[in-house]
């Protein structure tokens, strides 16, 4: 096998005049969890399509393994799709729906029966297999989708906002199951969602996807803690995101924020007089309660009055509304260090974070 054993080079797709993918270049491993991510209509299925033969692209090449595969139908290729609606036929049984991509091909009725038989097991429905799809729920539909893609032993499972119907609690569920099942089949899976959480937990890398370009490629921690862009920052959990310029550059920078000098570490090589984005995540921010503020002095450390608080369980999410009339989100966890956990609205608060967890990014 390849290493690079998805291959894109220079792909672009256009629809009559509308340019829809510019350039993607991209290589995925064999055995990989790779999710394309992004906003509706940045191109994510139209790349999925591109990859499953659905859609030809206008330039570049797919390869497979070190061959090419833009010019081969979709039933020649070793890779299948999962579609958002499942598109299982109303009429058969779960068997059967599985079975009927082997029953045209020309293989024996015992060795499609061990397949089917074979794969029901791994998704946990050989107990419903003679249940028609009415009689299922949307996870064991869900599965049998997948049992379908997999009957065929692709070397690669596309998969379309396959959880997107879903409940919150099953679509919790089912990506720790789709996840298990990738590493029980060992195959690569390319799987397309908008919804960033969903991309964190499950992938092994990520591609931020932005107006038909790939913004950012890596791993989730990389694309959380690292974004390249502002585009990716926010696309990518909340942020809070201040507007400065560089004030005095060296081993370290300083600029200011709601009228505070902040001085962290210059690890992008920054020069005075650039115009940054500071991006502080909710979760890095510090709340601070007038007794607290008594007992230690926080010199950058930003006055302001709790606007919404929403109890979570484990944390507590609140927005602070700053001097400048800047709304700061906040999410505060439960720990024995951190007791008060309870604010009132309007109550006089300070926020700050640990410098250096900020991430700056130059204006552009
Ligand atoms: P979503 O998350 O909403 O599914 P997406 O990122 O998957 O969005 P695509 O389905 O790839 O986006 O569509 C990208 C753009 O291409 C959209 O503007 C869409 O309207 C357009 N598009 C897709 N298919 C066609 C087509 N066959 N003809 C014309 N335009 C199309």
């Known amino acids: ?66 061959q090419t595969i833009t010019n081969i139908p979709p039933e020649d290729r070793q890779v299948n799709m999962v579609f958002q609606n499942y598109a299982l036929f109303p009429h058969m049984n779960v068997f059967e729906n ?17 397949k089917v038989n074979r794969v029901l097991s791994i998704v946990k429905l050989d107990k419903l297999k003679w249940r028609k799809p009415n009689q299922l729920s949307g996870g ?27 409940d919150y609690h099953l679509r919790k569920n089912m990506q720790m199951e789709l996840k298990q099942l990738q590493r029980k089949l060992g195959i690569t899976f390319v799987f397309v969602t908008h919804d960033q959480e969903e991309a ?35 696309f990518i959990g909340q942020a809070n995101i201040f507007d400065s310029k560089v004030l005095e550059d060296g081993e370290r920078i300083s600029f200011e924020i709601e009228n505070k000098t902040f001085t962290v570490t210059n690890k992008k090589q920054l020069t005075a007089g650039q115009n940054i984005h500071i991006v502080v995540r909710p979760e ?27 109890y979570k369980g484990s944390t507590v999410d609140l927005v602070v509304r700053l001097a400048s009339g800047k709304k700061i989100f906040a999410t505060e ?14 109550e006089k608060v300070w926020v700050n974070w640990i410098p250096d967890w900020e991430v700056i990014l130059v204006q552009i």
């Open 284 to 310: 890095d921010i510090a709340v601070w309660s007038l007794q607290e503020m008594q007992n230690t002095e926080k010199t950058e450390a930003l006055p302001g009055v709790v606007e919404q608080v929403v």
């Open 1 to 66: 096998m390849k290493d690079n054993f998805i291959e894109i080079k220079g792909l672009s797709k256009h629809f009559g005049d509308e340019q829809i993918l510019h350039n993607i270049n991209l290589s995925i491993k064999n055995g990989e969890f790779i999710t394309l991510l992004g906003p509706s209509g940045c191109g994510k299925t139209t790349l999925l399509k591109i990859l499953s033969g659905f859609e030809e692209p206008n330039l570049g090449d797919v390869y497979l393994n070190g």
């Open 333 to 346: 966890f439960f720990n024995e260090d951190d007791a008060k956990l309870e604010y009132d609205i309007n």
């Open 98 to 114: 599985v079975a009927f991509g082997l029953r045209c091909q020309k293989i024996s009725k015992s060795k499609i029966e061990d």
């Open 200 to 234: 964190l937990s499950m992938s092994d890398r990520i591609a931020v996807m932005h107006e038909g370009c790939i913004e950012q490629l890596g791993t989730p921690r990389e694309i959380y803690e690292e974004p390249c862009s502002l585009q990716v920052a926010q």
């Open 140 to 166: 064991q539909q869900q599965r049998v989708a997948i049992a379908r893609a997999v009957v065929n032993e692709p070397l690669v499972l596309l998969l379309d906002e396959p959880l997107s119907a879903l």
